[in-house]
């Protein structure tokens, strides 16, 4: 995308209806069951991966279709996630997460044998691994992470617990790279790394899944390492480097979550445009009073700002991977105010199409109810709309704390 002309490439748009044809055909139709019954589909998983949506940025070498930075690679990964999302918002974190928290990581730090070894089976959506940062005293303040890495013997010994963590338990996880303090700096301050867990390594548990209050059919767990064991080489990265992983890591992440909010707007204009028109109340259809008309013209001014801020960063994003002049703090700046302003719209989004249909807006048999119940969660993760806006200040020169 040009960011003056506002608009997606023919290319994107086209790309665009192959994921939408694909999301209407093979999720929307069940979205509502896996919901019902907290169900997490390996296939249809499996099926994204088919499709290349977990390769788009990945080169060729490892199954990708190498989209680079020029061709709009990370812009062509926000529309998949927005169509996906634009049906079924578990499928569409799945694919985030898949890609943003699992993939991506490993791509950016790993080592050649790192990447030969994991990425081919993640990229094709045969697998995926999961991203463990978030811990049970460490979450916005991520920096207190307490879980350990200790080199013993030539191996790493990880102790620990990490929290409310995506695609961590599946039948198809083959990994999870955890953040984990490795040593101490000068001064008393942690130094924290990332390492490849494998899944299977004794003393690595996913435990069970939560019961959450939406995303029914994404796959989220505790872990617990108590001695888990593995080689000096799973070490991602440089030692001691692990903030700085996980804070580019989120900031791309950002971006993601932003189009995943777009695709829950998107959804909601078109149900409440259809409702109004199809819904009679005192003879006539509701859309002709204001009270209803008017609202639903707000989710149309909120869902074009928030695509036009998530499409702005992720033009940003790919510009600054082909090599141009964007400097990284106002790609962080946009990062921040599209995940707060789309997360949050999207939120209210949900309240107002839900009071559009009414009795109905409160039964399971309409997907409203569903994305009501799954968007609260875009406010919270992969930073919180307080940490967005302590961000947004900062960058600003203000000297909140
Ligand atoms: C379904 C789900 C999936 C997730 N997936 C992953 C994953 O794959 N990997 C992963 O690592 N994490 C994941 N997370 C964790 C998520 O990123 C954290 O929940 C989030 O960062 C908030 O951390 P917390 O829950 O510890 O809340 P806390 O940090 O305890 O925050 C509680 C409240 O205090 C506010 N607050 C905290 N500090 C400040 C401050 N300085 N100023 C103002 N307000 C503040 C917060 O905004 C929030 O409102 C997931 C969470 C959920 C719910």
Redesign the pocket.
Known sequence: MSILSFELSREHEEFRRTVRDFAEAEIAPYAAQWDRDHHFPTDVVQQMGKLGLMGLTAPEEFGGAGLSGEDGGFTSLCVAIEEVGRVDQSMG?TLE?AVG?GINPILTYGTEEQKGRWLPDLVAGTKLA?????EPG?????GATRTKADMVGGEWVVNGA???????GSDITSLVTVTARTGERDGGKPELSTVIIPAGTPGFTAEKA?D?LG?HA?D?HPLSFVDARVPEDHLLGERGRGYAQFLATLDDGRVAIAALAVGCLQAMLDASVAYAGERQTYGGPIGRKQGVAFQIADLQVMLDASRLLTYKAAAMRDAMEAGHAVPMKDFKHAASVAKLYATESAVTATRIATQVFGGYGFMEEYPVARFYRDAK?LE????????Q??LIARGLGLPV?
């Open positions: 974190i997460a928290l999961g991203f463990g940062l978030t460490a979450g916005s303040d991520a990490k929290q409310f963590i995506t695609n961590s939560y959450k995303w994404s989220t969660v919270i993760g992969e930073g919180t709309s307080e940490v806006r302590m704390e």
